[in-house]
């Protein structure tokens, strides 16, 4: 045992903490059994504890923990914070999310079945990760599109392309951020199914859908920003100058540094971002 104290066990320590599941536990629970709901008005902790049956004590304790994330406010009487109705209640709601993660926590506890093989339909898998994808980025990588519209170039742009642009909700958020913006979404036919209906039923405008692969098919042409995010694919050394040549910039500081070898750092109106990649939100230029 000695031994085995001695040993790295951090991993085996920090998992049977188990403080990530137990939040996400929480906040399950309180979008399942519609507290937000109930907490559109104002209460009491008596009112939460009468309405739902929970022992008072208990509901004190959820009350400040969803306090101490932010998702509630007030101090004798409580109710939602906005983050929390943009969360929760609104269009972009990550409920969906929550609900995504539930199942595969079920996937999680019979592994014995996962391992012996089960299938879920493909196509409900694949619009669910598409969706999930966007939640995700707009719970973490909000800050590059903050990033990118501080840019001059992003407030003077009027067409922006979102190469690999999955979900849209890049795209989404661009067009919320300049009203002169139109963005274009490149995908996989596939992928611009589902981002056309998930940016339909969130009432997105201002957005075109082009369809194809963007190591094949023509990507569209005259953009002022090429955007990508978390697109290995789009990295990749011979797409560069087929992306340059679509934006409005000037191709001849490009060639000489290709012909080279290399790829400069700079050019104007292509960003690549690689935040999903490295879970940090950073905006690396080309
Ligand atoms: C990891 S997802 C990133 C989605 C989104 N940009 C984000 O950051 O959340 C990579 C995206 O690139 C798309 N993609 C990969 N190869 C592609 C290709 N050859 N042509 C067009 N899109 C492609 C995928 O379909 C997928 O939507």
Known sequence: MEELLRENLNWLRNSLKMEDFKTFAIIA????????????????????????????????????????????????KFKISNICRTLFKSKLSIGELLEE??????????????????KRSEEEFFRNRIISLGKFALLGDIKVVNLISELEEFKKAERLLDLGGGHGLYAYAFTLLNKNLKAFVF?????????????????????????????????????????????????????????YLKTRGNISDLLP??????????????????????????????
């Open 101 to 118: 993660k539930l199942k595969e926590i079920d996937i999680w506890l019979n592994l014995e079945k996962a391992l012996k093989g089960t």
């Open 29 to 76: 629970f309180c979008y399942r059994s519609k507290l937000f709901d109930f907490l559109e008005s104002e209460r009491r902790i008596e009112d939460v504890s009468n309405h739902f049956g929970f022992d008072l004590l208990a509901t004190k304790a959820l009350i400040y923990f969803l306090k101490s994330r932010g998702l509630v406010e007030g101090s004798e």
């Open 187 to 243: 995908d996989l036919p596939k992928v611009i199914e589902v981002a056309k209906s998930f940016l339909k039923e969130i009432g997105a405008e201002r957005i075109e859908f082009i369809p194809g692969d963007f190591f094949r098919d023509p990507i569209g042409a005259n953009f002022d920003i090429i955007f990508s995010s978390f697109n290995p694919g789009g990295k990749k050394a011979e797409l560069i100058p087929k992306i």
């Open 257 to 286: 540094a290709l012909k080279g070898g290399s790829v400069p750092r700079i050019c104007s109106g292509i960003h690549l971002s690689s935040a999903g990649q490295s879970g940090r939100s950073e905006v690396p230029r080309i």
